[in-house]
């Protein structure tokens, strides 16, 4: 039994990477069974079909994300410095020239199935809901400055990140992506 858990936790960190780099329409089984040294039947057991695998993943990325934004919170206090870790976070698929799996899922989403779909907007959610309350307890506690609501501050964060992970793909230049991020947080700072 533990081994079907690591195996299946091998399938998901494989198709992630691969998600990552080309996208959820961009590979088979084939090319995860060649990855990880098994067979096409053994991916098929944990994961029936590639809907089920891309709920998986979306699924087990959200939950690593909450994970995270978790820890960023019981780190510190300073909501700037909260906002610096969220930037590192998605600064992680960047220095491979990918991008996280949300974007690269979002990209395919007329292609999902509609539990990976709704599992895209669910993990988006989670990323506006935690800026959001970050960015209002900034201000409120005189750590950040904008102008207008934190939400509408979430989602230019937000967006703002995951396009400029997709300029260092596009340009193989992860400097692009820091530059952003930069840009990003001395704005916000008092």
């Known amino acids: 039994m533990n081994n079907n858990k690591n195996t299946a936790e091998l399938i998901l960190d494989t198709a ?8 959820f329409n961009g590979f088979s089984y084939a090319h995860i069974a060649e990855k990880v040294g098994i067979r096409t039947a053994s991916i098929h057991y944990h994961f029936p079909n590639k809907e089920d695998l891309g709920e998986a993943l979306i699924i087990r990325y959200r ?16 909501n700037l410095e909260r906002l610096r870790k969220f930037i590192l976070l998605y600064r992680g698929p960047v220095q491979d020239y990918c991008t996280c799996l949300g974007v690269m899922l979002s990209t395919d989403l007329s292609t999902l199935s509609g539990k990976a779909g709704e599992g895209v907007a669910e993990l988006f959610k989670a990323n506006l809901d935690w800026l959001e309350r970050v960015l209002d307890e900034g201000r409120r506690e005189g750590q950040l400055q904008f102008r207008g609501t934190a939400d509408v501050q979430a989602h230019l964060f937000l967006a703002a990140l995951q396009g400029g992970q997709l300029l260092a793909k596009s340009f193989r230049d992860a400097s692009r992506y820091d530059r952003i991020a930069e840009g990003l947080l001395s704005a916000l700072a008092v």
């Not at 992630?16 to 996208?23: E, K, M, R, S, T």
């Not at 939950?63 to 300073?78: G, L």
Request: glycine share 4%; proline share 0%.
């Open 16 to 23: 992630q990477a691969i998600v990552q780099d080309v996208g």
């Open 63 to 78: 939950r690593q994300f909450e994970a995270m934004a978790e820890q960023f919170d019981a780190e510190t206090e300073n």
